[in-house]
């Protein structure tokens, strides 16, 4: 039904064919947003292997986690070693995010959930040797991009995770 | 080459020449023939390789490497093979700490081997000690809370 009165869409309609060529573009990407920049410049190498380090530790908190859900029941002293290491990738973590001034790129409030079949001490254990030497030396791999406190803090943490192998190797029952 | 390298590595040096000392007191307090004994040996003579690494990096940098001082005071009486691993795990410790100053060097080389041996001596630290640390090196004032 008309009264007279022009429908919305004929306004529209009316105000596009009757603008300038040149403004037709500006119309159009008013739709999507204007481009005004471009896209954000990715961050400093620095703040790369920060958000790195912290994904990594998250993942190996949640990694003795799992571990410790998967250790055969009552074998008291690997639970209590893996409990202090993982204590120790606690701290790790702590002072890597207190490094961290701007929100990490990929913020993983909740870790990857690692689940770990019940297994054998030594297969477990095994798992997690190799996952702390692995970690170490890609901390000490991404020494060239930090500044020197960060360089600091990295390496102690790369120095602390290399020696929970041999902690984790002489616990009863680890694989010799 | 910045002013700080040949600081950062004479006070470095200092700390492998207190831990060839160390090492000696170590030593002399462990039973012959132990795997205690054979394991100081093999740390006191890593430290004597580091020593004379450190040495070298010095001289190629136009610095006089620091010698060693005649005796060094120990932090605590070592009066048998209990206090004598506590005393490697302690100065494994300060060596690592030492180390940690060239970490902080902009110079890539220098950065790495300092981070090399703050690794090294964390390992030692813990096979005396028995146990970990979070943190090898870094002084506890120096992290956040």
Redesign the interface.
């Known amino acids: 039904m008309t009264d007279g009165t022009p429908s919305r869409r004929a306004v529209l309609g009316a105000a596009v064919r009757g603008a300038p060529l040149a403004a037709v573009p500006l119309v159009l990407a008013a739709c999507r947003g204007v481009q005004v920049l471009g896209s954000p410049p990715p961050p400093p190498a620095d703040i790369r292997a920060l958000s790195a380090a912290i994904t990594a530790e998250e993942q190996m908190v949640a990694a003795y986690s799992a571990a410790l859900g998967g250790l055969p029941g009552g074998d008291t002293a690997a639970v209590l070693a893996v409990r202090?290491?993982q204590?120790?990738h606690a701290?790790?973590l702590l002072?890597l995010k207190?490094?961290l001034i701007e929100p990490a790129p990929h913020p993983s409030a909740t870790p990857r959930s690692v689940t770990s079949p019940p297994g054998s001490t030594a297969s477990i254990l095994q798992g997690l040797e190799q996952a702390e030497q692995a970690a170490?030396d890609r901390l000490?791999g991404q020494?060239?991009a930090l500044p020197?406190?960060l360089?600091?803090?990295?390496?102690?943490?790369?120095?602390?995770e290399?020696?929970?192998v041999?902690?984790l190797q002489?616990i009863p029952g680890a694989a010799p | 080459m910045t002013a700080a390298v040949v600081p950062a590595l004479q006070s470095t040096l200092a700390a492998e020449h207190s831990a060839c000392y160390g090492y000696g007191v170590v030593g002399a307090h462990l039973a012959v023939g132990s795997a205690a004994l054979s394991a100081a040996a093999e740390d006191w003579i890593a430290h004597q390789r580091a020593r004379d690494a450190l040495t070298a990096m010095i001289s190629d940098r136009g610095g006089r490497p620091a010698p060693s001082a005649v005796a060094y005071e120990l932090p605590f009486p070592v009066t048998s093979a209990t206090t004598a691993a506590q005393l490697a795990a302690t100065m494994e410790d300060r060596v690592?700490q030492a180390y940690?100053t060239l970490?902080?060097?902009?110079e890539?080389e220098l950065?790495?081997f300092?981070?090399?041996q703050?690794?090294t001596?964390?390992?030692r630290?813990?096979?005396w000690r028995?146990?970990?640390?979070?943190?090898?090196?870094?002084p506890p004032a120096?992290?956040?809370r």
């Open positions: 202090t290491v204590a120790e701290a790790h002072q207190s490094r170490s000490l020494l060239h020197p406190a360089a600091q803090l990295f390496a102690s943490i790369a120095a602390s290399a020696t929970h041999p902690y002489q | 690592a940690l970490v902080a060097l902009a890539l950065r790495m300092g981070a090399e703050v690794r001596c964390a390992l630290a813990e096979s028995g146990s970990t640390q979070a943190f090898p090196g870094l120096s992290l956040r």
